[in-house]
T-cell receptor, first 115, second 111 residues
Framework: DAGVIQSPRHEVTEMGQEVTLRCKPISGHNSLFWYRQTMMRGLELLIYFNNNVPIDDSGMPEDRFSAKMPNASFSTLKIQPSEPRDSAVYFC?????????????FGNGTRLTVT | TQLLEQSPQFLSIQEGENLTVYCNSSSVFSSLQWYRQEPGEGPVLLVTVVTGGEVKKLKRLTFQFGDARKDSSLHITAAQPGDTGLYLCAGGRGSNYKLTFGKGTLLTVNP
């Protein structure tokens, strides 16, 4: 099992540019989560998908953020236009929802720096 | 908002020492998970506790869930440099997918 795979590992971009983060969840998992981690706020849930359908996007900061899951093995998080305050580590996680206390399996994250 | 407060925020100790970190809330959780995050990696689950008063051991790590299921502690015996990392607690409520994460305790074990 390769685990959750995220790309790129690091992204440096200028303010105003579009950024796309990618995630491949663990095969067989039916739930996918995008989190953002900063020193100030810790881990924040941005959006949750179940069976490829967005269930809760209440954590998405604003309309500049969008996420898609076109199939069970791929998801993207897009920021357009990016701003310096978006700088953070973005994690994708997957799990098997329906199993009580199913743990989250996190990828190694994408460190985003917006200058 | 159900907050999980973790303390201390930072902890630096020498190899061989014992330590305890805490995770507290004013809310009841049906389960409490502990994760460890190493630099440049994502959090990795260590343990899940679900019953008030439950104690689980993982080698030198002992996890306890409070009787009222509002708090938890992690005790490490004879800490080693390999224990260095960010320890996160996360509370769950039944079938609710939305885990509440604490901000973590950053532990450094010096050789």
């Amino acid at each position: 099992d390769a685990g959750v795979i995220q790309s790129p590992r690091h992204e440096v971009t200028e303010m105003g540019q579009e950024v796309t983060l990618r995630c491949k969840p663990i095969s067989g998992h039916n739930s996918l989560f995008w989190y953002r981690q900063t020193m100030m706020r810790g881990l924040e849930l941005l959006i949750y998908f179940n069976n490829n359908v967005p269930i809760d996007d209440s954590g998405m900061p604003e309309d500049r953020f969008s996420a898609k899951m076109p199939n069970a093995s791929f998801s993207t998080l897009k920021i357009q236009p990016s701003e310096p305050r978006d700088s953070a580590v973005y994690f994708c996680a997957s799990s098997f929802w329906g199993r009580v206390n199913s743990p989250l399996h996190f990828g190694n994250g994408t460190r985003l720096t917006v200058t | 908002t159900q907050l999980l407060e973790q303390s201390p925020q930072f902890l630096s100790i020498q190899e061989g020492e014992n330590l305890t970190v805490y995770c507290n809330s004013s809310s009841v959780f049906s389960s409490l998970q502990w994760y460890r995050q190493e630099p440049g990696e994502g959090p990795v689950l260590l343990v899940t506790v679900v019953t008030g008063g439950e104690v689980k051991k993982l080698k030198r790590l002992t996890f306890q869930f409070g009787d009222a299921r509002k708090d938890s502690s992690l005790h490490i015996t004879a800490a080693q440099p390999g224990d260095t990392g960010l320890y996160l607690c996360a509370g769950g409520r039944g079938s609710n997918y939305k885990l509440t994460f604490g901000k973590g305790t950053l532990l450094t074990v010096n050789p």
